[in-house]
């Protein structure tokens, strides 16, 4: 070999010793993203999404992160609130979280689109829906009427009873607060009884049982908040979900013994997240959520799905064609 062929030789010896490089590099990413992969499928963080933004609907939550009860049980927990771009069950299909919480009655229409779900600690105990009529009137004789009805998915026993009792109401969908109704642009207005309801309250607008309509004080009366899982990370992550799910009710049960210091926390996250709020509403909303807590019978906080309760749902959705067909219990617990 002549020393022209050794110049010629030696870029192409280079060529392969860096193209080996890149090889063995490629090699190494390629394992540490299915290192990373595995590790997100173990569970090492659940990612939780509340189905809205930052208030004390979820003080239960804040206050098992911030009070280290995930920690104790062996579970890291990560909170993220949700976007007006992208709902909580919009990251939990996308797999951007591994926990959300969801209304009964929201979870069933989930189920009910092969979309299974587990569902690992139930809040609710009650529902919070009231229809505040703006005629001083009772709701249920405002046959025609334009009502308030929110953008997102959180009225569907209310479509249930426009359908079942005739009522024709003309759906005016909104998706947050009270400026609409308040300016008389709505006859009455679909509220909950721990958030839109207080704000009316608080802006002075005159609420007595004349003019409400309690779900709760009816044949409506169905679940709502609880805790939920996709059912294929569910299989996969069983005792981790059942660490969390423990947890958050420790949570939920500290938040009932210091209502006051549990705002505080609920404040800080309301803070950070820059909702515009103040304590007294969320002191209102506290106490309502907790007092939805209590079941009607035992008088306890029973922290459990009643099957009662999801066959009632199931059928009035069934039968006012928002469900294609009866979702059972045993299909949302484990």
Not at 33 to 49: E, K, N, R
Not at 195 to 210: C, H, M, P, R, T
Not at 271 to 289: C, P, S, W, Y
């Amino acid at each position: 070999m002549t020393d022209a062929d050794l110049v010629l030789t030696r870029p192409i010896a280079n060529q392969k010793k860096m193209a080996k490089e890149k090889l063995h590099i490629l090699f190494m990413c390629l394992i540490l993203t299915a290192m990373s992969h595995a590790s997100a499928a173990s569970g090492d963080t659940i990612v939780f999404t509340p189905q809205w933004t930052a208030q004390a609907q979820f003080a239960g939550y804040y206050v098992a992160q911030a009070k280290g009860f995930y920690r104790e049980a062996g579970v890291k927990v990560r909170i993220v609130h949700p976007s007006v771009a992208q709902p909580a069950m919009d990251r939990l299909m996308a797999g951007e979280c591994q926990s959300t919480t969801l209304t009964l009655c929201q979870a069933m229409q989930i189920v009910d689109t092969q979309t299974p779900l587990v569902n690992i600690l139930q809040t609710s105990m009650n529902n919070a829906m009231v229809i505040v009529s703006a005629r001083q009137k009772n709701p249920l004789t405002q046959k025609g009427a334009r009502v308030g009805l929110w953008s997102v998915d959180f009225g569907q026993l209310a479509l249930c009873m426009n359908i079942r009792d005739r009522l024709g109401y003309r759906w005016v969908r909104f998706a947050q607060n009270t400026n609409l109704f308040l300016s008389g642009a709505l006859d009455a207005m679909v509220t909950m009884s721990y958030n839109e309801y207080y704000q009316l309250v608080q802006a002075g607008f005159d609420i007595s049982d004349k003019n409400t309509y309690r779900f709760c004080n009816h044949e409506y009366n169905v679940q709502e908040d609880g805790l939920y899982m996709l059912k294929s990370y569910y299989d996969t992550h069983r005792e981790q979900a059942k660490r969390f799910a423990l947890a958050s009710r420790k949570g939920w049960q500290w938040v009932a013994e210091h209502p006051e210091e549990a705002l505080d926390i609920v404040m800080q996250y309301v803070g950070k997240d820059h909702v515009a709020t103040n304590r007294t509403m969320q002191r209102l909303m506290l106490n309502e959520i907790l007092r939805l807590q209590v079941d009607k019978e035992s008088g306890k906080r029973e922290f459990r799905l009643r099957g009662d309760m999801v066959e009632k749902a199931s059928r009035l959705m069934f039968e006012n064609h928002l469900l294609s067909r009866q979702v059972r219990y045993d299909e949302l617990v484990d």
